[in-house]
């Protein structure tokens, strides 16, 4: 099942009945993310956790049957001098808030054939812990593109919801010749009864 995307700079939106996401459970396809010095991911995590967040980032309201705070990127090129390359949305008051599920997608003309296992969306989500007033790193890990329509399977779903902010750090891109390509990406915290 593929989720729609929404062709706005950004929404906050209260989810009414039909259209609540469906929260998928695994990482098909989903590989870790490796790099030659591990304090680059550390560094990069740090500064995207000190960074402004887009215009479409919020409180998470709950409606009759939840709520959600959605922002979509209206270009490839997103990021910013504290999170380089990065696309940044924020929920607060996510704490105590049921089946919260946050994931990134792809939100630029969806990839074919063999473009679509040479496309990924790389994403960290990261949950503010008010116990500890820092932010806890809640998942770091790049996604690839799988299947015919392409789709990719990202996302987090938390054991508890400790976390009074959670934060998404994600980018798309295809690779062309062996360089990335940055594409649209859109990032969604989500929570329902």
């Given at each position: 099942?593929?989720?729609?995307?929404?062709?706005?700079?950004?929404?906050?939106?209260?989810?009414?009945?039909?259209?609540?996401?469906?929260?998928?459970?695994?990482?098909?396809?989903?590989?870790?993310?490796?790099?030659?010095?591990?304090?680059?991911?550390?560094?990069?995590?740090?500064?995207?956790?000190?960074?402004?967040?887009?215009?479409?980032?919020?409180?998470?309201?709950?409606g009759?049957?939840?709520?959600?705070?959605?922002?979509?990127?209206?270009?490839?090129?997103?990021?910013?001098?504290?999170?380089?390359?990065?696309?940044?949305?924020?929920?607060?008051?996510?704490?105590?808030?049921?089946?919260?599920?946050?994931?990134?997608?792809?939100?630029?003309?969806?990839?074919?054939?063999?473009?679509?296992?040479?496309?990924?969306?790389?994403?960290?989500i990261?949950g503010?812990?008010?116990?500890?007033?820092?932010?806890?790193?809640?998942?770091?890990?790049?996604?690839?593109?799988?299947?015919?329509?392409?789709?990719?399977?990202?996302?987090?779903?938390?054991?508890?919801?400790?976390?009074?902010?959670?934060?998404?750090?994600?980018?798309?891109?295809?690779?062309?010749?062996?360089?990335?390509?940055?594409?649209?990406?859109?990032?969604?915290?989500?929570?329902?009864?």
């Amino acid at each position: 099942m593929r989720r729609s995307v929404l062709k706005t700079n950004w929404i906050v939106a209260v989810v009414t009945a039909g259209i609540l996401p469906v929260a998928l459970a695994g990482c098909v396809g989903a590989t870790e993310e490796m790099t030659a010095d591990e304090n680059v991911g550390e560094a990069q995590s740090a500064l995207c956790t000190t960074a402004t967040p887009v215009s479409g980032s919020g409180q998470l309201i709950m409606g009759d049957v939840g709520g959600l705070v959605f922002a979509s990127s209206a270009s490839s090129t997103y990021g910013s001098v504290d999170c380089s390359g990065r696309f940044l949305l924020e929920a607060t008051s996510t704490n105590g808030k049921p089946n919260l599920f946050a994931y990134s997608d792809w939100a630029d003309t969806l990839p074919t054939g063999t473009n679509c296992m040479n496309s990924h969306i790389d994403e960290d989500i990261y949950g503010f812990n008010t116990g500890t007033s820092t932010w806890d790193t809640l998942i770091s890990h790049t996604v690839d593109g799988v299947g015919n329509p392409c789709s990719f399977n990202t996302g987090w779903a938390p054991n508890n919801t400790i976390y009074s902010k959670v934060r998404i750090a994600a980018k798309a891109y295809t690779i062309v010749s062996s360089t990335p390509v940055a594409k649209k990406v859109s990032d969604t915290i989500t929570a329902h009864f």
